[in-house]
Every structure is written in C-alpha cells, then in structure tokens.
C-alpha cells in the first residue's frame, strides 16, 4: 500500500508489520548524519512546525538510549523514547522507538544512509510486532507530522551546507 497524498517522501508498507519511508535530501551523507545523531541539533528539526523539542537524553551508540519530549503548541507535551541497537557511522542506526501516545507498543526502526555524492537518501524501515500496532501508527496522523519534520530537517540542513 502506497500513501496517496504526494509528499517528498514515499512511505510503503510491504509487509503486514512494517512501514517503510524513503527520502532523499539535498544534503551530503556525513550532513545528515550529523542532524540525525548530534543532539544539539535535534530541537532545531525534530517534530511538525510549531513543536519544540527537548532531547532528555541521547547517548548514540549501541548501547545507549534516546529520550525527546516535544511541546504542542497548545502547550500539551508527548515524550518518545527508545534505545539503540546498533549504530554504524554514518551508514545505519538500528533503534526501538516507543511513542507515550501508545504506551508499550514499542516497533523496531533501522534507518540506512545511502551516499548519493551531493545527496543523501535516508530508508527507515519500522516493524512492529502485530499489524494492529502498525496500522495504529498509521492512523495517528504520524505522515503528515513526519512530512513537516522532513521539511524542518530540509531548513536546518541548507544552514549546514552554507
């Protein structure tokens, strides 16, 4: 099942458990990965427009685990947080993300960073463990927050390149 609003990014999912999002951004791979992994840099792109976030806590190794709460606009908060599995620079990050909007439903993400020369095309591929966990992120309107983070993450890597 393909998305069937037009994004810059094409989200798929090929299996009964898995969202898989594909993007390439206009940025070279050691730039992404220095927005992805460097948590000085997280509040500047992480979450929809209006949202700011806070890293709690982001020790990026395997190993090592991941904490961000982001603030609505309205001034309500939501946390995620996860650990890392596996951290490959600058080619991979395999991680468990766990969303406080659906406690306990943790899903597997691994992210994959491709070297396009100038660019950079980014597959994370989340697995969760029913297809009812996973049609439930679906239906959380987490596309579109994704999309509006993607864009943020497009701003803050043009300022990098500069």
């Known amino acids: 099942m393909t998305t069937k609003q037009q994004y810059p990014h094409q989200l798929t999912t090929p299996g009964d458990r898995e969202i898989r999002i594909e993007r ?3 940025a070279p791979r050691d730039v992404v990965w220095k927005a992805y992994t460097d948590p000085a840099l997280i509040p500047e792109w992480w979450g929809p427009h209006g949202f700011t976030t806070e890293v709690v806590e982001m020790d990026v190794r395997t190993g090592g685990r991941w904490r961000f709460v982001c603030k609505n606009p ?4 939501t946390g995620f947080r996860g650990a890392y599995r596996e951290v490959v620079a600058p080619e991979r990050i395999a991680q468990t993300f766990e969303w406080d909007g659906m406690p306990g439903y943790v899903s597997m993400e691994v992210a994959t960073f491709e ?11 989340s697995t969760f463990f029913v297809k009812e966990d996973r049609d439930g992120m679906l239906g959380s ?4 927050g994704m999309a509006q983070t993607y864009e943020r993450l497009d701003a803050l890597l043009e300022r990098l390149r500069a």
């Open 74 to 77: 309205d001034g309500s908060e």
């Open 141 to 144: 309107g987490m596309e579109g």
């Open 24 to 26: 390439v951004f206009d």
């Open 115 to 125: 070297d396009l020369g100038d660019k950079t095309k980014v597959t994370t591929v």
